[in-house]
Nanobody
Framework: QVQLVESGGGLVQPGGSLRLSCAVS???????????MGWYRQAPGKQRELVARIISGGSTNYADFVKGRFTISRDYAKNFLYLQMNSLKPEDTAVYYCNAETRARQSTWGQGTLVTVSS
C-alpha cells in the first residue's frame, strides 16, 4: 500500500498559477506496481472529477476543461506527481486529490489540497 500526500494548494488570483505536488511513499514493491497516477478535483456540491492522468510509459489524459492550461508530470526517481496549473479560473476552485492505481485497479487517495481562485 502506498501513501499519497498532496501539497501546494492555496489562494490565487484569476489568471495566476499554482503547482501541486503529491509525494508517494511506501514499500518499493507497492510503488513499482502503480500503473496510473492522476489528479482529481471536487468542488463544493459537485462530484469528484478527473483532471489529468498519467500512465506508466508517459502517456497523459486531460479533461477538456483544463487542456492547454494544466500539465501533469511524474518524477519516478523522487516519487512525486505534479500538476502545473496556469491561467487559473474561479471555476477551478476545488479540493484537488492525488490518486494512484495499480493494474489490478487497487486505488489509493491522498487527503486533498484546497485550491481557491478568487480576486
Amino acid at each position: 500500500q502506498v501513501q499519497l500526500v498532496e501539497s501546494g494548494g492555496g489562494l490565487v488570483q484569476p489568471g495566476g498559477s499554482l503547482r501541486l505536488s503529491c509525494a508517494v511513499s511506501g514499500a518499493s514493491e507497492s510503488i513499482f506496481v502503480i500503473y496510473t497516477m492522476g489528479w482529481y478535483r471536487q468542488a463544493p456540491g459537485k462530484q469528484r472529477e478527473l483532471v489529468a492522468r498519467i500512465i506508466s510509459g508517459g502517456s497523459t489524459n486531460y479533461a477538456d476543461f483544463v487542456k492547454g492550461r494544466f500539465t501533469i508530470s511524474r518524477d519516478y526517481a523522487k516519487n512525486f506527481l505534479y500538476l502545473q496549473m496556469n491561467s487559473l479560473k474561479p471555476e477551478d476552485t476545488a479540493v484537488y486529490y492525488c490518486n494512484a492505481e495499480t493494474r489490478a485497479r487497487q486505488s489509493t487517495w491522498g487527503q486533498g489540497t484546497l485550491v481557491t481562485v478568487s480576486s
